[in-house]
């Protein structure tokens, strides 16, 4: 390539042939300027000169050095504009005029962190040439120094400064730092400057003071700010300058020392001049110095020394010197605390608070700061008041011709016994007997009921009496009268006698002889209590028994009564072995029951297996304590562990227990059990046909769908909406009444109404016929159901009431159903339940209408009002019933006399 050179200089010519001998740069020259770059483009038009040699392929670019010289080696007088770079200053250089000036410095090495500043930290208004320095800045050229405050004029640009103070100067900081071509150092920490202005500012006055005359020292203090000496002085006619000498010391401090000062120094005033730095203040002069005289404790004088409690006294302070303050100790030497009552407690008389114990009292007095002096101590005893306690005998009552003992307790005093015949009047001091001033005093033999109390005395205080206590005197209790006796079914005999007078309590005997050598066992000398009759148990039959009875008290016991003798009676019901008690409960039933059926439920399976009843239950009899058969009907579980009996009971006693008797064991016993003559409505449906001197058949039934067959009767819908049903010739059943029954129901519900329907079973109803309640089944929904139980088979209560359904319909199943009603009481009066041998299902809180009328009957329907609807009925009892039912215990086995 052909390369052309334009040259404006020598100088210019001679660099670029040099440089560009070792270059791989290419030169250009064009109209208006030379281009150097290894592109080869030409010059910017606007250029003389266009270098350039970075680009995007190069891998090193180069730059243009200019001349480097020391300052020293520096031309004298060049050409006006000539550019060197000065290795000495690191600056790049331009000669223009006369002098060499720096156009950029290179930065070696900022100034280091400036030091601390030192000089005048306090000065006034107006001060001149004040000097302040900086240790030397490393790498600084220049130090720059700046001042927080007005009206201070710094002259100097080195590591030492003066600063002029104008009159209106401020307050404020210096600082310095460092600067050099790579930029500032870091600032100085603040040197503070007070420009002191004005007078020393006193922020605390003295404070007046107070000493005891002739000891101790009273210190008055100022504090000021802007202080540098102090001068107190001191007023009596006029201020004076104190000096260090006698009482005083550190007169030219900030505390004022007074030691030991006479009385005659009372009411003296004291001041303090504080000098400035430019001016000076004085304190305010009010702080006065008071000294005090000496405590004098002087002597007190109580008016009363010993007083009953809740009481007061007063006592009075003479020859006292100093304010006065009463105390009050316990014991006299410690405790020591002022009185928190009473009246004048700081005065020269001092009234007590009522006072219950034993109290001291002195006086502590105190002149102003001087150390406080006591009075003499004087004691106010107190007694306390009398309290008579309680007097308790040992034995309220003793037996004639003995005493006893009488102690007392929570007494407050001395004591003296006193008795009286009738505890009202007539008291005198005890006579006779022992401890008449002790807590326990022993009475003498007694003949009659007396009177005691203790006379109880407490010191000054007033007396009091204890309570009242009396002894009774017991007679011997009186030979008691035996009366005839009775004979009872159960191998027992009733043995009776009159009160005994003064008798607590009897002792009986029972013997088979009327010498009583033979006294039974069990009843020799019995306690049998308080009782005037008592039934003997466990006795042979038929057996002549004689028994006589004893009195006691806790004074002895009686001579013995007359005897009398009783023959025990031989046992009804000959030819049965075994017989129990029946315990019948009503004590929870206000009403005597008659001719009520309890239902008794017996283990009879364990009898048999034993070899004393009949396996059918035939030779089971039921008694009342007088040997009166009563009618009974097994219901069922002959053989078993639960087996029912009904059992109609003549009478049983209001709120109390009555007794039957079960009798069992004879193997030639015929069966007894009948339910018409139990039960006030019972059929078990045993014939061929329908009792209808029991039953009344609907208008729609007939002998063919109320007929009885195979011991049950069968009532069957087999007419369309018609009522097929039966109801009791009785039509004045009880409002209190229970009917059980064994049945079975189906249901024929396919083919009508979309297989719905519903019929009633064994409902008892209000012979009107307009209100009726019982038992309902209804396998499917039914409008006309006021329950509305969709798709439910329920057994519900009629009328229909809400959530009280019992689910699950027993089609063809026979089950044991029972339900009882009290129409006397408007809740809980409806109980319904239903068992087929498994399950048990019952509904207790239904609510039934309240009717207290006996003018019920008995009602029986197949119900649906279609054909192929039936109910069967085993057999049906309808017996009394009370909501408070008598519950039944049995007692133990006993063999009969046969």
């Avoid at 039974?520 to 028994?545: E, F, M, P, Q």
């Amino acid at each position: 390539m052909k390369k052309t050179y334009i040259f404006e200089s020598k100088i210019v010519c001679i660099l670029f042939t040099f440089y560009f001998l070792f270059s791989t740069f290419h030169l250009f020259a064009q109209s208006g300027g030379v281009a150097i770059n290894p592109t080869g483009y030409a010059a910017d038009n606007s250029a003389m000169l266009d270098v350039q040699s970075d680009t995007s392929s190069g891998s090193k670019s180069q730059g243009l050095l200019i001349p480097r010289m020391r300052t020293a080696n520096r031309p004298t007088s060049p050409a006006d504009g000539l550019m060197i770079y000065n290795i000495s200053t690191n600056c790049l250089e331009i000669y223009a005029g006369t002098t060499w000036q720096s156009i950029v410095c290179g930065c070696m090495s900022v100034p280091a962190n400036a030091g601390t500043i030192s000089g005048t930290p306090t000065v006034c208004p107006g001060q001149n040439a004040v000097l302040y320095s900086v240790p030397a800045i490393a790498n600084t050229t220049t130090y720059t120094w700046s001042y927080s405050g007005n009206g201070a004029s710094i002259i100097g640009s080195t590591n030492t400064v003066i600063i002029y103070f104008s009159v209106s100067a401020t307050s404020g900081n210096l600082t310095v730092k460092g600067t050099n071509a790579c930029g500032n150092g870091t600032v100085s920490a603040d040197y503070a400057i007070s420009v002191n202005s004005t007078a020393p500012n006193i922020t605390d006055q003295p404070q007046s003071n107070s000493v005891c005359e002739g000891n101790g020292y009273a210190d008055f203090t100022i504090t000021a700010t802007g202080g540098l000496t102090y001068q107190w002085q001191e007023y009596t006619n006029s201020w004076n300058n104190i000096a260090n000498a006698g009482v005083y010391s550190n007169v030219n401090t900030a505390t004022l020392t007074i030691t030991n000062p006479p009385l005659s120094m009372n009411t003296y005033k004291y001041r303090c001049i504080v000098n400035g730095t430019c001016t000076s203040s004085t304190s305010d002069g009010l702080a006065t110095l008071t000294v005090n005289p000496v405590s004098v404790g002087g002597t007190a004088i109580e008016s009363i020394s010993t007083l009953c409690s809740g009481n007061s006294t007063t006592i009075s302070l003479t020859g006292n010197t100093g304010d006065i303050q009463w105390q009050q100790s316990a014991n006299g030497t410690s405790g020591w605390t002022n009185v928190s009552d009473g009246i004048g407690g700081t005065t020269a008389t001092y009234t007590t608070s009522n006072l219950t114990s034993s109290t001291y009292y002195k006086a502590k007095v105190t002149s102003g700061v001087c150390n406080y002096d006591s009075s003499n101590t004087v004691l106010i005893t107190v007694d306390p008041v009398s309290v008579g306690g309680t007097a308790t005998e040992t034995a309220s009552s003793v037996c004639f011709g003995t005493g006893t003992t009488i102690s007392l307790t929570g007494n407050t005093g001395t004591i003296q016994w006193q008795q009286s015949a009738d505890g009202t009047s007539g008291w005198t001091n005890v006579s006779g007997g022992s401890g008449e001033t002790t807590t326990t005093y022993t009475t003498p033999n007694l003949t009659t009921k007396t009177y005691y109390r203790a006379q109880i005395t407490s010191g000054v205080c007033s007396l009091d009496y204890s309570s009242t206590t009396s002894v009774s005197v017991n007679p011997l209790a009186a030979t008691p009268v035996a009366t005839a006796g009775a004979a009872g079914v159960l191998r027992q005999i009733t043995a009776n006698w009159n009160t005994a007078s003064n008798a607590t309590k009897y002792f009986l005997d029972i013997a088979t002889n009327n010498g009583f050598t033979g006294i039974l066992t069990n009843y020799n000398n019995i306690d049998v209590g308080n009782v005037l009759t008592y039934n003997a148990t466990g006795l042979a039959c038929n057996t002549t028994y004689y028994y006589r009875v004893r009195a006691y008290n806790t004074c002895g016991t009686s001579a013995n009564s007359n005897t009398i003798s009783i023959l025990s009676s031989a046992d009804c019901n000959a030819g049965w072995l075994y017989k129990k008690a029946v315990t019948i409960n009503n004590t929870t039933n206000s009403s005597t029951l008659t001719n009520y059926q309890i239902n008794v439920i017996i283990d009879h399976a364990s009898l048999v297996s034993a070899g004393k009843s009949k396996a059918d239950g035939s030779d089971l009899r039921f008694t009342d304590s007088n040997c009166n058969m009563l009618d009974y009907w097994i219901e069922r579980g002959v053989n078993t562990a639960s087996c029912q009996i009904w059992v109609e009971v003549s009478s049983i006693a209001a709120s109390a227990n009555s007794q039957i008797i079960m009798f069992y064991g004879n193997s030639s016993a015929t069966a007894y059990s009948n339910g018409d003559n139990t039960f006030i409505l019972f059929d078990d449906f045993s014939g061929s046909s329908l009792n209808l001197s029991k039953w009344t058949r609907s208008s729609q039934a007939t002998t063919a769908n109320t007929g009885v067959t195979s011991g049950y009767v069968h009532i069957e819908q087999n007419v369309t909406d018609n009522n097929i049903a039966i109801s009791s010739v009785n039509t004045a059943l009880p409002y209190q009444v229970r009917a059980i029954s064994y049945k079975r129901v189906h249901a024929n519900c396919a083919s009508y109404y979309g297989g719905s329907c519903y019929f009633y079973l064994g409902r008892m109803e209000f012979n009107n016929g307009t209100s009726s309640f019982g038992m309902v089944y209804n396998k499917y929904y039914y409008t006309s159901d006021v329950c509305n139980y969709n798709n439910r088979e329920a057994f519900v209560p009629s009328p229909c009431v809400s959530g009280q359904k019992i689910s699950g319909f027993w089609d063809g199943i026979w089950f044991r159903e029972e339900m009882t009603y009290d129409g006397s009481t408007a809740t809980n009066n409806y109980y319904l339940s239903r068992y087929d041998g498994t399950t048990f299902q019952d509904i207790t809180t239904y609510t039934a209408p309240t009717n207290n009328t006996n003018n019920f009957y008995l009602y029986l329907n197949a119900g649906g009002w279609w054909t192929g609807h039936y109910l069967d009925a085993d057999y049906i009892a309808v017996a009394k019933f009370i909501k408070n039912e008598p519950t039944v215990s049995f007692g133990t086995e006993v063999v009969t006399c046969h």
